[in-house]
C-alpha cells in the first residue's frame, strides 16, 4: 500500500481532484500554504495499492496546467509506503 502526498497550486486543485475521483481514486484535501511555492496550495492525500501508483501519478501529471513564465514547478509529489492503516 502507498501515499501519495501531492501539494500543487489551487488553481489545478479542483480538474486534479475530481479527475482522480472519477478514476475511482479516493482523495483528502488540506488548504495549505508555505516553502514550496510560497503561496496557497492544496495538499491531496490519495490512499492506494501498490500497483495503482502509476496510474495515479498520470492523472495528476495530466491534469496540472502548463507552467506560467515565472514558476519553477507545477507542483511536488510525495509517495510514501503505508505499512497499515485504520479506517474509524
Do not use: W
Not at 475530481?18 to 514550496?36: M, Q
Amino acid at each position: 500500500m502507498k501515499l501519495i502526498i501531492a501539494i500543487l497550486r489551487d488553481s489545478d486543485n479542483d480538474t486534479v481532484s475530481r479527475a482522480l475521483t472519477s478514476n475511482g481514486y479516493r482523495v483528502t484535501l488540506i488548504a495549505s500554504t508555505g516553502g514550496f511555492f510560497r503561496r496557497g496550495s492544496t495538499t491531496q492525500f490519495i490512499g492506494l495499492d501498490d500497483d495503482q501508483v502509476e496510474g495515479a501519478l498520470k492523472i495528476i501529471r495530466e491534469n496540472c496546467a502548463p507552467m506560467g513564465e515565472h514558476e519553477t514547478s507545477r507542483g511536488t509529489i510525495f509517495v510514501l509506503p503505508v505499512e497499515n492503516y485504520t479506517q474509524l
